[in-house]
Structure formats: structure tokens, C-alpha cells
């Protein structure tokens, strides 16, 4: 069974433009959830989408905006970036998002903006 | 705010030693994660403990969660250099699993 595929592994992008990162779950999961790291605030929780609908949404700016497909795939996207965007974007998958369920990552997109 | 706890943030440890890492949170928890991560790499799940007094094993790595469900620790029994990396514990909250800021683990060879 594949696991959480996410593309592109690098990035690098100039402020002010925008970024869309992509997540395949794997197969069956429904659910797709998205954090951001960096060194200094650790994992954040951006959002997460069950059966292409954002369920949950963490406090970020709304130049954050994802989206989810029927194939469960799902995109998030940054608009209008700032140096401040730089840092390891990952996606978790499960076959849902309730409490006691395994979410399984991917191997992150490293966005560096310059 | 920081729900979760970790320590230490950072801790060598010579090869073949064991070691604990510890994680706490102001709340009870209903349900908490512990993953691995490599440095600039996705995580890996290691296991998730649910009860209280929960104990798991996977290979030398045991993690227990207290009666009190409010406090896990993560066990490493003689550590060798596969093990180093960073040491994430998460515990859902709001219907979405929040994360401590991880403990860096370093091991002499």
C-alpha cells in the first residue's frame, strides 16, 4: 500500500507570488489534514478537509486555502507570499479525523521563499 | 497557547544508553501520538496510546501514558544511532492533533 505522497519536495518562490502543494492520501483515507513547521513555532495545524469539505481550520491568515478532490487528493495554496512562509509543509492522512485515529504523514514540501 | 510539553528540548546520549523523554499537557488526554522525525522529513508514527496506564512496545521503544492521562513518557532502552532524530508527541484536541515542540535526539557513537 503507498503511502502519503506529496509533491513537489522543493520549492522556491519569490515574495508576492503563489504556491500550490499537492497531497495524495493513501488509498481509502478521506481525511487530510495540513501543518506547517518551522524551527521557531513548531507544527501548526492549518486545516483539515473530509470528503472535499474543510472540516477544521487553524489560525492562519486567509492567503491560506486548500481544497480536496473525490479522489480524496488534496491541494493547499498560498497567495501573496512572505518571506515568514518559508518552512516544511506536511499533510497527514486517516481514514477519518476523530479522536484515537492513526494520521499517517508525508514527507513534506520544503517552500523556501527568497 | 503551548498545550503540549515536551523535555528535555534536546539530549545526547552515548551509544547503548537508555533514555527517557517525557510529554505534558494541561489537559487530559483522549487520545496521544508519538512520531519520529528526521530532520527535514516527514514523521513517522511510532504508536498511540489511548487509556490510561496504556503501556506499548515497538522494538526498544515503549511509551506509557499515566492513570491521569495528562503525561506520557517515551522510553529508549540501549540506544544505538538509528535512533536519533526528533521526537514529536501529539494529542488531539478540537477534532485535529496538536504537537509539542519536539525533543532532539543526539547519539555518540
Known amino acids: 500500500k503507498a503511502g502519503v505522497t506529496q509533491t513537489p519536495r522543493y520549492l522556491i518562490k519569490t515574495r508576492g507570488q503563489q504556491v500550490t502543494l499537492s497531497c495524495s492520501p493513501i488509498?481509502?483515507?478521506?481525511?487530510v489534514s495540513w501543518y506547517q513547521q518551522t524551527p521557531g513555532q513548531g507544527l501548526q495545524f492549518l486545516f483539515e478537509?473530509?470528503?472535499?469539505?474543510?472540516?477544521n481550520k487553524g489560525n492562519f491568515p486567509g492567503r491560506f486555502s486548500g481544497r480536496q478532490f473525490s479522489n480524496s487528493r488534496s491541494e493547499m495554496n498560498v497567495s501573496t507570499l512572505e518571506l515568514g512562509d518559508s518552512a516544511l509543509y506536511l499533510c497527514a492522512s486517516s481514514s477519518l479525523r476523530t479522536e484515537n485515529t492513526e494520521a499517517f504523514f508525508g514527507q513534506g514540501t520544503r517552500l523556501t521563499v527568497v | 497557547s503551548q498545550e503540549l510539553e515536551q523535555s528535555p528540548q534536546s539530549l545526547i546520549v552515548q551509544e547503548g544508553k537508555n533514555l527517557t523523554i517525557n510529554c505534558t499537557s494541561s489537559k487530559t488526554l483522549y487520545g496521544l501520538y508519538w512520531y519520529k522525525q528526521k530532520y527535514g522529513e516527514g514523521l513517522i508514527f511510532l504508536m498511540m496510546l489511548q487509556k490510561g496506564g496504556e503501556e506499548k512496545s515497538h522494538e526498544k521503544i515503549t511509551a506509557k501514558l499515566d492513570e491521569k492521562k495528562q503525561q506520557s513518557s517515551l522510553h529508549i532502552t540501549a540506544s544505538q544511532p538509528s535512533h536519533a532524530g526528533i521526537y514529536l508527541c501529539?494529542?488531539?484536541?478540537?477534532?485535529?492533533?496538536?504537537f509539542g515542540k519536539g525533543t532532539r535526539l543526539h547519539i555518540l557513537p
Open positions: 488509498s481509502g483515507h478521506r481525511s
Open positions: 478537509y473530509f470528503s472535499e469539505t474543510q472540516r
Open positions: 501529539g494529542a488531539d484536541l478540537d477534532d485535529k492533533i496538536i
